[in-house]
């Protein structure tokens, strides 16, 4: 049996489709709350907002999302999920932030013969080796991170994502305009929106956060949240939505 890294089965490709448009691409991933699974993605991408202008540019109707099939993991079964329903919303924001977030949550509930591999954004450490639960690793700026989505629309082979990295560009403490934005510095184009983002190492002696060092014998990493876009059109420099407020709009389900 195939073994794949722990992002890599949990970035869907997502087909956003709006009556009288061409369909525009994006990623998304799966998280479980109280009220079932939930689509993770960007606001922008279910209101076909502009996310730096704030210009409504289209109004998407549904997400075709491509889910592992049930026991498959790399065959993929078709899903859509509806956005409007009798003319309302089907998404949730944060609660407290609203429109600012640009998150949203998606309920999915056709998931005949689907497999679903979620993110828990409370417990954001992930460890191959069981011998590892708990370990975590020092992460500061200039450190590596990945993006792990869909640029362009494209996928590595079926729809496996493709794996972006770049460097976080400010302190894990500090939030960007006063809001839980982490920054990072990559080379990222359409179709990464939505994108979990996900610092991960191979194993090994690594630093810890605690100043010790660990050996471990096992792939090791932390999911950080979900990219949204650039901070301007001429810029590298783009956005982390931290794990923490996608934790706060799961509770609030």
């Known amino acids: 049996m195939k073994h794949f890294a722990f992002p890599t089965l949990r970035s869907l490709y997502i087909e956003v489709i709006g009556e009288g448009c061409k369909p525009a691409n994006a990623t998304g991933f799966v998280v479980q709350s109280s009220k ?8 922008h991408v279910v ?12 109004i998407p109707t549904e997400l075709k999302l491509m889910h592992h099939k049930i026991g498959c993991p790399g065959e993929w079964v078709s899903r859509i999920e509806p956005l409007l329903l009798y003319n309302e919303d089907q998404w949730s ?3 407290v932030l609203k429109e600012k977030a640009d998150f949203v949550a998606v309920p999915i509930s056709n998931l005949d ?10 417990k954001p450490w992930y460890c191959f080796a069981e011998a590892n639960a708990g370990e975590d ?8 991170v990945s993006i792990v989505g869909f640029p362009f629309g494209k996928s590595s082979s079926g729809f496996f994502p493709i794996w972006v990295s770049g460097f976080l560009a400010s302190e894990l403490s500090e939030n960007y305009l ?11 184009r359409v179709g990464q929106s939505g994108s979990p983002v996900f610092a991960y190492r191979a194993g090994g ?18 999911f ?25 709009l799961i509770q609030s389900l």
Not at 113 to 122: E, S
Not at 137 to 144: I, Q, R, T
């Open 178 to 188: 006063g809001l839980p934005i982490q920054l990072v510095d990559s080379r990222t």
């Open 113 to 122: 013969d689907v497999d679903l591999y979620f993110y828990d954004p409370a």
């Open 47 to 58: 209101t076909g907002t502009d996310n730096i202008t704030g210009i409504v540019k289209w």
């Open 224 to 248: 950080l949240g979900i990219y949204s876009g650039r901070i301007d059109k001429d810029s590298d420099i783009g956005m982390i939505w931290k794990a923490s407020a996608l934790d706060e």
């Open 93 to 95: 924001e944060h609660p």
């Open 137 to 144: 690793f020092l992460l500061g700026p200039a450190d590596v």
């Open 205 to 222: 002696l690594l630093p810890t956060s605690v100043g010790t060092s660990s050996l471990l014998d096992g792939p090791v990493g932390k």
């Open 36 to 43: 079932g699974p939930h689509l993770i993605t960007n606001r």
